[in-house]
């Protein structure tokens, strides 16, 4: 169960220095035009070392490197400023996020003049937050105690939740309202730096009113370019306001270089209702949470019995898993 307080910081459970916390929101703008723009912005809070790595992008095209997005901002050594505080903080990259209520309601500002780029938003939370750990609330929680299975350590700590962004992007003269329902997530435990495992985090946001949320594993065997099968982890149904954990689930996924072209996606949820979706990429980036990992990272726009919505799918591979793929080539 999540409570208020984790909203802050964790006292670390281990004396591992790559204990860590994070921030992720991911939202977008202009879905209804033919250029629709993917927004990223995350904190790696690394307390045992003092700094905090964070990285902002906003992309609306098919891009392989990250300088070819329309913005790519990355830090890795940032001092955290003290004291601490997860509520209420100030980075020197131009990140700001305050927390205005505990796990509900977080504004969002970031500034780079030099770039031009201005992004200012509110997250609001649609739903309470969304424990992968807790079998009272995740239906697949209890099947997962091997920890690898739900990210290793790093997801120790760990929730989900739905809500609605509002606000305004501007980049280079050319500025988007921000009018969206997305996912953002927390998480705490030890991140080691090298990732060995691989995770699919993605969503389906079709109204307020009806979201599904999904975490999956997969394999690389068949290399960059086959189709790959995805088993859920934990995720759960957002149906005007209750909360259906997933108990079931399974998607097929169609690749080009490792990113998601085409995803069919099948859950069943604790109702036992099936919900089955098609989803096809309107960007790719490979965005670098932090430098041993990609997240092969696309805005997808979902169809569901007639229904039309929009979410990001985010498949996190190491980057020695990555080498030997391309090397067996």
Known sequence: MIRESDAQFHAPTTDDPLWAETNYFGLY?????????????????????????????????????????????????????????LLD???????????????????????????????????????????????????????HVDRDIAWGHAYAGHFDVTGHCEGEITLRGRT?????????????????????????????????????????????DGGPDAPSRLTATHGYVLDHGTVYGIKAGTATSWRADFYPQAIALSVTDSADRTWELQGSALTTFPWQAWPGTVGHNVLLRWVMDGQVGYGECMDFIGLGELCANYNRQ
């Open 29 to 85: 703008a202009g879905q209804d035009t033919d250029r629709p723009v993917n927004i990223g912005v995350y904190a790696l809070f690394r307390e045992p070392l003092g700094v905090v790595g964070s990285t902002v992008s906003v992309n609306s095209k098919r891009v392989t490197v990250p300088w070819e997005a329309d913005y790519w901002d990355a830090w890795q050594h940032l001092l955290i400023p003290k004291p601490s505080n």
């Open 89 to 143: 903080y100030e980075l020197a990259n131009g990140l700001k996020v305050v927390c205005r209520t505990p796990n509900k309601v977080w504004d969002v500002d970031y500034s780079d003049p030099a770039a031009g780029l201005e992004l200012h938003f509110r997250f609001t939370a649609l739903m309470e937050p969304y424990d992968i750990n807790d079998p009272e609330q995740d239906p697949l929680a209890a099947q």
């Open 176 to 220: 988007l309202p921000i009018d969206c329902v997305s996912t953002m997530d927390h998480s705490w435990g030890v991140r080691a730096e090298r990732q060995t495992s691989r995770m699919s985090w993605m969503h389906a946001h079709f109204s307020r009113d009806l979201a599904i949320h999904v975490i999956s594993d997969f394999t690389t």
